[in-house]
């Protein structure tokens, strides 16, 4: 399966050359024009790129390619997977998708720009490969020896979560949310719920595994939503 650059941000390379072209063209001075031509023909090469970049994923081989450039790597059972999916906007006047993929395996990484036409299929396949290929080997790993490290500073266990050296046991906490691009534990306070861990999603590896693996444990002790 293909995907290719969004839609939108063709759009927004056509109305930006266009109008940096309009500018080039009502400038008189020399220097003022050679300037902005380089910058006119850097902006050139920038869209070409952006124009046929693809992203292809084939069984477990994810490839992104453009005119000059191709690089590729395979999801793999020890692979680290982060996601990115932000989005900015102003009013109907601009919107800027911020989505990204990161595939980091022991001597290989794949940074992929997800700004693509149907992304969330993108997501969606990635997360199938991630369950397929992943989630397996890191069950057997958490059942066998009773926790799962899965970066420098996140690790689950079946007492709680980890993050940077402090634990945030599963019978301390009120609820457990993954709620607009962050996965947030909460425990009840002195006069209300607080929240006690706010870590952005792009900041957890294999997010699907991680979720799957929260859910199993938490469900006797506190709420997931």
Do not use: C
């Not at 949310?177 to 999603?201: D, I, S, Y």
């Amino acid at each position: 399966m293909t995907f290719s650059t969004n839609n939108l941000s063709k759009i927004y390379w056509i109305i930006l050359l266009i109008g940096l072209t309009m500018i080039l063209l009502s400038i008189d001075a020399p220097e003022g024009k050679t300037v902005l031509g380089i910058i006119y023909v850097v902006l050139i090469a920038l869209a070409i790129r952006s124009f046929s970049y693809k992203v292809s994923v084939t069984g477990r081989k994810i490839t992104t390619r453009t005119l000059i450039t191709e690089n590729s790597t395979s999801i793999l059972p020890e692979s680290r997977i982060y996601i990115r999916k932000n989005i900015a906007s102003l009013f109907l006047i601009y919107r800027h998708y911020d989505y990204g993929i990161k595939i980091i395996n022991p001597k290989e990484k794949l940074s992929i720009n997800a700004n693509v036409n149907d992304a969330d299929a993108l997501f969606e396949l990635i997360a199938h490969l991630e369950q397929k290929i992943i989630f397996p080997v890191s069950q057997e790993h958490f059942s066998t020896q009773k926790k799962l490290k899965l970066d420098q500073d996140l690790t689950i266990h079946h007492q709680g979560i980890t993050y940077k050296n402090k634990d945030y046991p599963y019978k301390s906490l009120s609820s457990i949310e993954l709620k607009q691009g962050h996965f947030r534990l909460k425990a009840e306070g002195k006069m209300w719920e607080t929240t006690v861990l706010a870590l952005p999603v792009s900041q957890i590896p294999n997010l699907t595994t991680f979720m799957s693996l929260v859910h199993h444990d938490i469900e006797p002790q506190a709420e997931v939503s």
